[in-house]
């Protein structure tokens, strides 16, 4: 296991108040890139809708009688006109409704996300700030706290439900704010930069160590 890592502290005025050192559990370990992999792969299968749908036989009007006789025409038999090989048949072997989803274990899961921190920490892309409040939930105000932040495109890690907060964020798209309990690995990578409080930090310890 590797020595811990501390960063600053700062606030959300981007001044440095302190010194944190990063909990080993959850930033210590290694940086397993299967596992980031598998992760996000998993979470991208279970956002499929699945909904994807082609007329078999059975859902294709017409095509109740033979176009022709069996016999004697010269012509090929021909049961349907709904056949898949004519014009305005059916279709075959085409997509039905279906889930994607599945489920890595708990473990694996757990390392990934584990992985995920380990990888914002060591580019040097975490921070960590002592609070984050808004006076007003207003798009604007967080705004300003970014570019004070010099965030273009982060994830911020919240310890609990802030209505403020999250309402300030959702005009913002290149930034997402996600309480502690959902945090994952697929949104950790997809932003650039992970800016996460110290109560967040508690709460990723406690379901981590669940």
Same mark, same amino acid.
């Not at 075959?92 to 489920?103: A, L, N, W």
């Not at 006076?135 to 273009?152: R, S």
């Given at each position: ?6 960063v ?6 981007? @001044?440095?108040?302190g010194e ?7 930033f ?14 998993? %979470?991208? &299968? ?5 909904? =994807? ?8 009007r017409? +095509?109740? /009688? ?6 004697g025409?010269?012509? &090929?038999?021909a049961?349907?006109?709904?056949s898949? !090989?004519w014009? +305005? +048949? =059916?279709? *075959?072997?085409?997509p %039905? ?8 274990? =708990?473990?694996?899961?757990r ?9 914002? &920490?060591r ?5 960590? !700030?002592d ?11 967080l705004?300003? *706290?970014?570019?004070?932040? %010099? !965030?273009n495109?982060?994830?911020?890690v919240?310890?609990e439900?802030? @209505?403020?907060?999250?309402r =300030?964020a ?10 502690? @309990? +959902?945090?994952?690995v697929?949104?950790?990578? /997809?932003?650039?930069?992970? *800016?996460?409080?110290? @109560?967040?930090?508690?709460?990723? %310890?406690? /379901?981590?160590?669940a």
């Amino acid at each position: 296991m590797s020595n811990a890592l501390t960063v600053p502290l700062v606030s959300q005025r981007n @001044e440095t108040v302190g010194e944190f050192t990063l909990p080993t559990e959850l930033f210590g370990g290694p940086v397993r890139r299967h596992l980031l992999y598998e992760a996000v792969r998993m %979470q991208l &299968a279970n956002r499929r809708a699945g909904t =994807a749908a082609t007329k078999t036989r059975a859902f294709v009007r017409g +095509g109740g /009688r033979n176009p022709w006789r069996q016999k004697g025409t010269g012509r &090929a038999r021909a049961g349907s006109s709904r056949s898949p !090989i004519w014009v +305005g +048949g =059916a279709t *075959i072997f085409g997509p %039905q409704p279906r889930d994607y989803g599945y489920r890595m274990g =708990a473990s694996a899961r757990r390392a990934a996300l584990c992985a995920a921190l380990a990888d914002k &920490a060591r580019e040097g892309k975490l921070m960590v !700030i002592d609070r984050l409040v808004l006076e007003a939930p207003k798009t604007k105000l967080l705004a300003e *706290i970014m570019g004070t932040l %010099q !965030i273009n495109s982060g994830l911020i890690v919240i310890p609990e439900r802030d @209505e403020a907060l999250e309402r =300030a964020a959702r005009n913002l798209p290149r930034i997402k704010v996600l309480r502690a @309990e +959902g945090a994952n690995v697929y949104d950790i990578l /997809r932003y650039d930069r992970l *800016i996460v409080t110290q @109560e967040a930090l508690q709460a990723l %310890q406690r /379901r981590l160590a669940a």
